[in-house]
């Protein structure tokens, strides 16, 4: 099946300073989602995004599809951001596939 | 917005017993799905129905768990009789079609004592 890998797996950053989260897929997908697991545990949905570049407030994300990665742009992080970053991926109808995830914490 | 609605937000068992997690997808939605996340790990796929049947089911999904949409509304998950290692924090998930993206519910943590 096709394999997710995210990086960094931990990431830590002082609040105000931006970061960039990188995902790597080893198939051709039709969907990829990035989502953002705050401390309660939820799955926030942060962009549906299979291709393409999409913005959302300090929140950035683009895809590049032909080259098989996706790439998060958090921008003047604040302590809110802390948790952790899933990529998921999948094509057609075949079930959604997770990254490990990135563990970002932001420090005051 | 419309959202996928999951109870109970939490769950504690006996081991052996059984439970059922329940759902309510977005009501326009075809497609429904239940992972599960344990502590610290990553979430994976445990099944995914449509059109009133299982469409495919991960290695996990064994003969103790079961899925069902009772009444064209709620969808739910049941474990027969729940082990320690069962364990974990379940979400529900729906989409239009499978040219949308998936929406997942806030889940369920379960415990088993």
């Known amino acids: 099946g096709i394999q997710v890998e995210q990086s960094p797996p931990d990431l830590i950053l002082q609040e105000g300073a931006n970061s960039t989260l990188r995902c790597n897929f080893s198939?051709?997908?039709?969907?990829l989602q990035w989502f953002h697991q705050n401390p309660w545990g939820q799955l926030i949905n942060l962009f549906y995004i299979p291709s393409g570049t999409k913005q959302n407030g300090r929140l950035s994300a683009t895809t590049v599809a032909t080259e098989r990665y996706s790439l998060l742009y958090i921008s003047s992080s604040q302590t809110t951001d802390s948790g952790v970053y899933f990529c998921a991926v999948n094509s057609g109808n075949t079930p959604l596939v997770f990254g490990k995830g990135t563990r970002l914490s932001v420090i005051a | 917005e419309p959202e996928v609605t999951q109870t109970p937000s939490h769950q504690v068992t006996q081991m052996g017993q059984e439970v059922i997690l329940r759902c309510v997808p977005i009501s326009n939605h075809l497609y429904f799905y239940w992972y599960r996340q344990i502590l610290g790990q990553k979430v994976e796929f445990l099944v995914s129905f449509y059109n009133n049947e299982i469409s495919e089911k991960s290695e996990i999904f064994d003969d103790q768990f079961s899925v069902e949409r009772p009444d064209g509304s709620n969808f739910t998950l049941k474990i027969r009789s729940t082990k320690l290692e069962d364990s974990a924090m379940y979400f529900c998930a729906s989409r239009r079609t499978e040219n949308y993206g998936y929406t997942f519910g806030s889940g369920t943590r379960l415990t088993v004592v």
């Open positions: 198939d051709s997908v039709n969907n």
